[in-house]
Structures are given as structure tokens and as C-alpha cells.
């Protein structure tokens, strides 16, 4: 279901942001023990479904531990920018733009699917909303750069995300962590994990997290008065409960249950061209960001007699996402009273904009595998998957967009339901044409559908929208893989990648048509090496993209004063190189990543939504006007020329159970365009981030005691732009960790 309302061009889902303070994300630090191996462990990825060492798959990769990811100070998928090359994450709160390669999402709506998708524990979640979900007792994370259509699936055309929590453990002892966390804005967290060893064939373990935040925002109220709703407090709880069951060693069975309640409080935000401090904003309208969710995933290994495993992973998620915004970003009022004395719980309406929304949303998936030994010059795995996402739009009328409240005819409000199921088939096979050199192809058929049962009142007049459409596409890979030496691999591939279209909603001009799907294909070439006996790693790749069919968000091509979603009818083309190194010598360690990219649209014409016009304007002819831009040779959105990262650090041996270890990290995004119309004038030009981490970690025996800080010069930037409002990045946090592991 797409929205796209004029004048402001607001979109069907909620925007805003959310900046979590730095929590512990695993039992450990990187304060590691005084006897630790000081060469670098094997990085094992499992996207391609069966265990392997990164540095001789055919991907580009950035894998990190629960405990990397906290010395990092990455908590939630907004920090994966900050660590990754090629990646952004331009978050409005309760949905976000995640883009790798300047692949992903570039419209904010429930029907423009994500680019980038996100595993928990082997299950696809919720596509590119209640994404907030934060990292906490997490095993490792694997974030994949390029289509990932094989595995993958239809929504890993930028790459994808697999984030694996801590399993229970058969037979270790109560073993586990707690910490707590005190940092400034009033900060407080508690979050921890313990194993339960119940027999000689299951055991249990218990995870949570919770944080209590208050506002970054300084607000004014109506009329500069008091500003009487939510400032955006945060107050997170999440549990997590795993269950594994291995009563013989061919079979295993690991069901994990996780639960949040994500109350973000607000994502306040200003005009563009505000010239008040970020987290200086005015407001007077009610504001409300609220997400609840639940999923369980269950997976079953079954290892057969030949050595070929089955395998069977189901998940079932059930969330609700509940907001209210001001969509003016300003505390403006009409002769000083509130319009028709309306209120929204309490809170007076004074704003010429307002949004509210309560939606519902439901998806099951069940994926099966059987997979090859990983022995012999032969190597396969065969699977199929099934999907079904439900979203609901609550009754009576609980997406609303207007002014003033409760007036017929000047209010966008709407109902109903918007089902998209999906199945896929999959597989790939592998063959050693020489005991050093390797050829895999893999391919995936993928069918989906979207349909809109929906019913709206656009200013006092009933729409009714009942449609449709389909799309199937087959993507696959062939790859060349060379183990040069035991030390150095080189590959090279082709690879496709596929996003289904979705559907525009009537805004007054009948039924428009659908929009189509995306295809990229990648052609990339890698060579990873390890070098000082093991102290050093490294990747390098270089990629050439093309990108069909962009979806995008532009005037109506008859009537551009609506806003209406189609496709680019020439490709764009993407190209650059990608560097990443880990390094380990004695008790420093340290890594860095890079990506050098460049983007060029295909030629394309069309009118900014947010600027009036009416006259016509063709995406293929033209003709090129003030008000039918041609967009040919504009840079892809989201897609910065340059990104760098690196995080350092060295342990001192204080005595024999001490050590004390400083670290810091460093990310820059360069700037971006949020629309492909790149309009400063506009607030187009999202300014570059560079984000300095540091933090002081004392360990003693068991107990590690760590002073923090995040984003430590205060840079104030421009996170996300959506709908002439600018929403800031987290400014400077800090505070103190103290972790009791046992």
C-alpha cells in the first residue's frame, strides 16, 4: 500500500529517529584474558547456510562478535554504519533507509520493500519496520554487501544482515553476566544472560535488556510555552528465552522466544531550513512512538547417516507500531487557540499538520534446507521458502493525516489490510575442478504478490482500493574461487539480485497502475589474504553494479501535484572498491574498512513532489523543463562517495588477573543526496558524519568496569531528511559499564 501525500509528501509510515547510549552486547569484552592467543581467530560466516571460514567464501563481508560489536559501541542498526563500508542508515525511528552500495531503501512507505535484510537467528524479520530491536546478548553478526539473491532472497538486492544470538549450551555449568550502565541524559540499562544446564540433553538460557533514556530535545510549545507531550524518553525492555533439545548428536532442535516493548517515546524534528540547533525544535502537536513485538523461531538440524543435513527453520512475528507526530516540525498556532478545541490524549491540537497511526503487522516463514557434507570435490544445499506478511491498518480509520482533527474535509484517513505472501526455491552446487580451484552456481525462483483491501476518505470523499499485483523473478550466482595459496584466495563473480514492486493508493485519480521490481545485477572481484603467520587479514574487492528499474517517489507524469510511485526506465549504474583489515600483534589489535564508490543515474525525467507544477512530464521523453527535471547522470541516493572506518586498541598487563584496556573507533559516511532530485535549497544534501567512539575497560578477575563514550566531539548532524523535516543523529553520550560475569 503506498501513500504519498501532497504538499508535504508525507508517506504511509511513521518517520523519525532513535539513538540508543553504548550497552554491553555479550558475556565478555575485549578486555580479553592476560593468556589469550594473540593471532587472529577464524571468522566463520553461515549466510550461505552451512558453516565457513570468511576469508575463503566468495563474499564481502564485515563479521563481528557480540563483544566487538560492544567495544564498538554498536548497539542497534543505526551504528552499522559506522563500522561497515558502504553502508547508511538514515533512520526516522520506527522505520529507517539502510543502504549498502547505495542499494536499499529509498522510500519511506510500507509498500516500497527494504534492499537490506535483516536475520535474527536464521529468520527474516519484519521488512524495514520495528528495526530498532537492540543488539544485546548477541553471538555475532554478519553484515553482507552485494545481492545476496541466492540465500537471500528477493529483499537482499543492497546485501543482508544476520544477526545470531547466544545459544544455551548442553552441558556447561550456571554460567552467564549482568551488567548495569549509568550514563548521562539520565541513562540507566541492566541487561544479562545465564545458561541453564538442565540435563544431559537440553539446557535453557535467559537473556534481557532494558534502558531507561531522557530526551536528547530541548522543545518549545505552542506558542513558545511549555511543551506538554512526550520529548522522546526512552524506555526499552526486551527478554529472550532459548530452548535446545539435542537428545542424540544427529539431532538438534532450538526454539528462541523474544519479546519488546520499545516505548521511543517521540522523533522530534524541524523544518529543513531551520536555522535552530537539531535538538533545539519547537512543536505543538502530540507525539508518540511506540513499538511492541514478539517472534519465535525454530530450528531443527537432522544429520543423516551419509552426512547430508536437514534442515528446518520456522518463524512467527507479531508486532503493533503506534505514533503521532508534528509534521510541520514548527509550534505555530491560529489566533492563539487550539483548531476546534481537538485534543489527541490530552494533548491540544494546535499544528496545520499532524499524523497519527496505530498499525498492526504479522508474518510466518518456514524455510527448509538439505545440505551437502562439506567434504568431497561435490558440495550442494537445496531449499524452498514460504512467507506470509499481513499488515493491518486498524479500524476505525486509524491512519490519519490532516488538520484540522475531526474535520471531514481536510483529513487523509484510512483503513484495511495489506497481505504480501512470497515463496522461493533455491539452491546451489559447488565443484573442485582442481584441488585449489572451485566453480559454484546458484539460483533462486521467487513469486510474490501484494494486494490492497483498503478503504480511505480523502477530504470528505470515499475512496475504495481493492488491487492487486504479482512478480517472479529468477536471480542467481556463478562464481570462480582460486585458493592461490594456503593464505590467498581470489575470486571473481556475477551475481542478481531482485525487489518486488507494490502498489500506489487512489489519491483522487482512479486506480493508478503498480510499480514495478528492481533487478541488480553485481559483478565483483575479491582477493583475501592472511599474512604475519596469522596477525593480519584483509580483503579487497572491487564492483561494478547495474541498477534496473529504481523505485522512486515523483510527481504524478499527468498531474504532478500528487505524488505518485514508479520506476526509472534506464539503469543506473554503481562502481567503486572496498578494503578491510584486522590486525593482531601481541596486545594491540586493530581493524579498518573503506569504500570508494561513484553512482550514475540513467537518463530520467520527472517533477519533485514538493514543488507545484502541472505540467506534464514523460520519465522516458520529457521534455526537460524548470518544473520536468532530467535527472541523467544524478548520483543514486544514499549513496556516499566515501565511507572509512577504524577502531584500535592495546591492552596493558597490570598483574596477573588485571589488565586495562583503552580503544577507539572512528566512522565517517561522506555526504549523500536523500532525493534523486538533489536540491540543497530543498534540505536534499545530508551532510557527512564522522563519529569518534572511545572507552576505558578495567578488568579484574571477573568483574570489568568500563567508562564510555559515543560520538565524543558532539557532531550534530542531519540523520535522516523525510518530508521537508530534518531528524538528528544521537549527539555525545557517555557513562559507566560494570559487568559481573560468573
Request: charged residues 15%; proline residues 6%; hydrophobic residues 35%.
Amino acid at each position: 500500500m503506498k501513500i504519498r501525500e501532497w504538499c508535504l509528501g508525507t508517506s504511509l509510515v511513521t518517520l523519525g529517529w532513535c539513538g540508543g547510549a553504548a550497552a554491553q552486547t555479550a558475556a565478555t569484552t575485549g578486555s580479553s584474558d592476560n593468556g589469550a592467543n594473540d593471532t587472529l581467530q577464524t571468522v566463520v560466516v553461515t549466510a550461505e547456510r552451512r558453516q565457513q571460514d570468511l576469508q575463503v567464501t566468495p563474499l564481502a563481508a564485515t563479521v563481528l562478535s557480540g563483544a566487538q560489536l560492544a567495544d564498538s559501541g554498536v548497539v542497534s542498526i543505526d551504528s552499522l554504519q559506522f563500522i561497515t563500508p558502504g553502508a547508511t542508515v538514515n533512520n526516522f525511528g520506527q522505520g529507517n533507509d539502510f543502504d549498502i552500495r547505495g542499494v536499499g531503501k529509498g522510500e519511506h512507505n510500507s509498500q516500497t520493500t527494504v534492499g537490506v535484510v535483516t536475520y535474527r537467528d536464521g529468520v527474516a524479520t519484519f521488512p524495514g519496520y520495528y528495526q530498532e530491536e537492540p543488539y544485546y546478548d548477541v553471538a555475532n553478526i554478519e553484515i553482507l554487501r552485494g545481492p545476496q539473491g541466492t540465500f537471500g532472497g528477493q529483499n537482499a538486492t543492497g546485501g543482508a544482515v544476520f544477526v545470531t544470538t547466544v545459544d544455551p549450551r548442553i552441558g556447561g555449568g550456571y554460567e552467564g553476566y549482568v551488567q548495569a550502565q549509568v550514563g548521562n541524559y539520565s541513562d540507566y540499562g541492566f541487561t544479562g544472560g545465564v545458561n541453564l544446564p538442565i540435563s544431559d540433553t537440553f539446557a535453557a538460557r535467559l537473556a534481557f535488556n532494558t534502558e531507561d533514556r531522557n530526551s536528547f530535545y530541548q522543545i518549545a510549545g505552542p506558542n513558545g510555552g511549555p511543551y506538554t507531550g512526550d520529548p522522546g524518553n526512552l524506555r526499552e525492555y526486551s527478554g529472550r528465552l532459548g530452548l535446545l533439545w539435542k537428545p542424540s548428536d544427529a539431532l538438534s532442535v532450538l526454539l528462541k522466544i523474544d519479546a519488546n516493548y520499545l516505548d521511543l517515546g517521540a522523533y522530534p524534528a524541524d523544518p529543513y531550513n531551520a536555522n535552530e540547533d537539531l535538538f533545539h525544535v519547537g512543536a505543538d502537536a502530540p507525539q508518540k512512538a511506540l513499538d511492541r513485538f514478539s517472534r519465535a523461531s525454530l530450528k531443527v538440524d537432522y544429520l543423516l547417516a551419509n552426512g547430508v543435513t536437514l534442515r528446518s527453520i520456522t518463524g512467527y512475528q507479531r508486532a503493533r507500531g503506534e505514533y503521532a507526530g508534528d509534521l510541520d516540525g514548527t509550534n505555530g498556532t491560529l489566533n492563539g487557540a487550539p483548531y476546534n478545541n481537538a485534543s489527541f490524549e490530552g494533548f491540544p491540537y494546535y499544528s496545520p499538520w499532524y499524523f497519527q497511526d496505530q498499525v498492526s503487522e504479522s508474518m510466518w516463514s518456514e524455510e527448509f534446507n538439505i545440505i551437502s557434507p562439506d567434504k568431497g570435490p561435490l558440495t550442494w544445499i537445496f531449499g524452498a521458502f514460504a512467507n506470509d506478511n499481513y499488515n493491518y491498518f486498524l479500524s476505525p480509520y486509524q491512519f490519519i493525516i490532516g488538520v484540522p482533527l475531526g474535520s471531514p474535509f481536510s483529513e487523509y484517513v484510512l483503513q484495511g489490510s495489506n497481505p504480501v505472501p512470497s515463496e522461493a526455491v533455491f539452491g546451489q552446487v559447488g565443484y573442485m575442478l582442481t584441488p585449489t580451484f572451485q566453480v559454484q552456481l546458484g539460483a533462486r525462483y521467487s513469486a510474490s504478490k501484494t494486494s490492497n483491501d483498503v478503504q480511505i476518505i480523502q477530504y470528505g470523499t470515499p475512496l475504495t482500493d481493492n488491487q492487486e499485483a504479482k512478480f517472479v523473478n529468477t536471480s542467481g550466482k556463478l562464481s570462480f574461487n582460486w585458493a592461490l595459496t594456503p593464505n590467498n584466495f581470489l575470486y571473481a563473480f556475477g551475481s542478481t539480485g531482485f525487489r518486488p514492486g507494490g502498489l500506489n493508493v487512489p489519491v483522487g485519480l482512479g486506480t493508478p497502475a503498480a510499480f514495478g521490481a528492481e533487478k541488480l545485477t553485481d559483478y565483483e572481484i575479491g582477493w583475501k589474504t592472511t599474512a604475519f603467520d596469522g596477525h593480519l587479514r584483509t580483503q579487497f574487492d572491487a564492483f561494478y553494479d547495474i541498477y534496473r528499474d529504481f523505485q522512486v517517489t515523483v510527481g504524478y507524469p499527468q498531474i504532478p501535484t500528487f505524488g505518485f510511485e514508479l520506476n526509472n526506465p534506464n539503469a543506473t549504474h554503481l562502481y567503486g572498491f572496498e578494503a578491510q583489515t584486522q590486525a593482531v600483534f601481541g596486545n594491540l589489535s586493530f581493524d579498518a574498512g573503506t569504500t570508494i564508490m561513484h553512482s550514475s543515474l540513467g537518463r530520467f525525467f520527472a517533477t519533485d513532489p514538493r514543488i507545484s507544477s502541472v505540467t506534464a512530464c514523460d520519465p522516458s521523453a520529457g521534455p526537460s523543463s524548470a518544473s520536468c527535471i532530467d535527472l541523467d547522470g544524478k548520483s543514486q541516493t544514499y549513496a556516499p562517495n566515501f565511507t572509512f572506518n577504524f577502531g584500535g586498541e592495546y591492552r596493558f598487563i597490570l598483574a596477573p588477573k588485571d589488565n586495562l584496556t583503552p580503544r577507539i573507533d572512528f566512522g565517517y559516511v561522506a555526504p549523500q543526496w536523500a532525493t534523486l532530485f538533489e536540491n540543497p535549497s530543498l534540505g536534499d544534501r545530508l551532510s557527512g558524519r564522522g563519529i569518534l567512539n572511545a572507552q576505558l575497560a578495567w578488568k579484574h578477575n571477573n568483574i570489568v568496569s568500563t567508562i564510555y563514550g559515543t560520538n565524543l566531539r558532539d557532531q550534530h548532524y542531519e540523520g535522516a531528511l523525510n518530508s521537508g523535516l530534518r531528524f538528528a543523529g544521537p549527539p555525545r553520550q557517555f557513562g559507566v559499564r560494570f559487568l559481573l560475569a560468573f
